[in-house]
């Protein structure tokens, strides 16, 4: 497997109207809440029209900001909610999880909210999220057994695009990955700075699972630079078009 230069690398990240944009900021609907915005205007502000996309990226409604979120009926039809940087912690994802105002969530970024395994475990559990097909949770606590909860539960059945980058993943975690048997629409997978070394590369790379995979990016995680080009011939997933390795 040869890397492919930089600018279908660019091309590609350009495709992604969500999940590529949540590395450095989310958009949905294009609102820019005001700070000196109450919580309930702020989150007015960051509504769509249709109440279909919520933008609330970097916006800090915290604990109280999510309870007023999922008490809102303008977001009841919400499909595309995008709550970047947000300190949401335990508390915020419990109420986001149980909450049947986000049923119908078809891309959710939860990127930089201090998400432990234990708050992936409530998203697994709830009773809601069941579309989910663009998931962004870069730049958390997840761990090992936080990938392990997610990729073992039927939440990401229609997943096409999943980040996972700067998780503190192992070699196990992404082993897990490999041997998920419910992450076979997925087209991208983000593994940015973690600490997968060669052997759980080489497992992604050559999962049986993975038949859709086009986006694999192992960017700053444990591999010496002798040890990139026999991971690229190793590879062995049947739609692969970029993976890097650096």
Same mark, same amino acid.
């Given at each position: 497997m040869k890397r492919i230069g930089i600018l279908l690398g660019l091309l590609t990240l350009a495709t992604g109207l969500f999940l590529t944009a949540c590395r450095s900021h989310d958009s949905v609907t294009g609102a820019s809440p005001k700070a000196d915005m109450s919580l309930p205007e702020r989150i007015e502000a960051s509504t769509s029209k249709d109440g279909t996309g919520v933008n609330l990226s970097d916006a800090k409604i915290g604990v109280e900001g999510m309870k007023l979120l999922a008490d809102s009926p303008k977001v009841k039809n919400?499909? !595309? *909610?995008?709550?970047?940087?947000?300190?949401?912690? +335990?508390?915020?994802?419990? =109420?986001? #999880?149980? %909450?049947?105002?986000?049923?119908?969530?078809?891309? &959710? %970024?939860?990127?930089?909210?201090?998400?432990? #395994?234990?708050?992936?475990?409530? $998203?697994?559990? %709830?009773?809601?999220?069941?579309?989910? +097909?663009? &998931? !962004? *949770?870069?730049? !958390?606590?997840?761990?090992?057994d936080g990938v392990r909860a997610l990729v073992q539960s039927a939440k990401t059945d229609h997943l096409t695009w999943l980040d996972l980058s700067a998780n503190r993943i192992t070699d196990a975690g992404a082993q897990a990955i490999a041997n998920s048997e419910h992450l076979?629409? *997925?087209?991208?997978?983000? *593994?940015?700075?973690?600490? =997968?070394?060669?052997?759980?590369?080489?497992? =992604?790379?050559? %999962?049986?699972?993975?038949? !859709?995979?086009?986006?694999?990016?192992?960017? @700053?995680? @444990?591999? #010496?630079?002798?040890? $990139?080009?026999?991971?690229? +011939?190793?590879?062995?997933?049947?739609?692969?078009? $970029?993976? =890097?390795i650096q």
């Open positions: 919400v499909v !595309n *909610l995008a709550l970047k940087s947000n300190q949401l912690g +335990k508390d915020g994802v419990k =109420i986001l #999880a149980e %909450s049947p105002t986000f049923a119908n969530v078809e891309k &959710l %970024s939860l990127q930089d909210n201090q998400v432990t #395994a234990e708050g992936v475990q409530m $998203i697994v559990d %709830s009773a809601h999220f069941n579309q989910l +097909k663009q &998931l !962004n *949770l870069m730049k !958390n606590q997840l761990g090992d076979g629409n *997925l087209k991208r997978l983000d *593994l940015f700075r973690n600490q =997968i070394g060669p052997e759980g590369i080489k497992a =992604i790379l050559q %999962s049986p699972n993975l038949p !859709n995979l086009e986006y694999l990016d192992f960017t @700053a995680n @444990a591999v #010496a630079p002798d040890q $990139i080009e026999a991971l690229e +011939k190793a590879a062995n997933l049947p739609n692969l078009k $970029i993976l =890097i």
